[in-house]
Nanobody, 124 residues
Framework: QAQLVESGGGLVQPGGSLRLSCAHS????????IGWFRQAPGKEREGVAY????????EYSDSVKGRFTVSTDNARNTVNLQMNSLKPEDTAVYYC?????????????????WGQGTQVTVSS
């Protein structure tokens, strides 16, 4: 059974940075990559970034492009999300998830395994 565990959330001031990590295990070879999603209170879950296990570049939503960077460390079975220039509107629970589809990375129903989530709060 696959497992994903997020870490690295917390409280940060506007303009600050946080690094989230997603440790994954048990994924079979038909899984292509990891997506990061977030959900703020009263809002729908939003895809923010994706990276394939064999890719060097990530995909990003317009709301985080230029501020967030996703990377993969296949030797450690870890995917990281570096978040810079954080804004109050980035406040949400952040989830990582694994998909065995190549297209439409931002659609959450295409992901089969999810972590438990980690809270990110951006506030002064």
């Amino acid at each position: 059974q696959a497992q994903l565990v997020e870490s690295g959330g917390g409280l940060v001031q506007p303009g600050g940075s946080l690094r989230l990590s997603c440790a994954h295990s048990g994924l079979t070879s038909d899984y292509y990559g990891i997506g990061w999603f977030r959900q703020a209170p009263g809002k729908e879950r939003e895809g923010v970034a994706y990276i394939g296990f064999t890719g060097s570049t990530g995909e990003y939503s317009d709301s985080v492009k230029g501020r967030f960077t996703v990377s993969t460390d296949n030797a450690r079975n870890t995917v990281n999300l570096q978040m810079n220039s954080l804004k109050p509107e980035d406040t949400a629970v952040y989830y990582c998830a694994a998909t065995n589809r190549l297209a439409h990375w931002y659609i959450d129903i295409f992901y089969n395994y999810w972590g438990q989530g980690t809270q990110v709060t951006v506030s002064s």
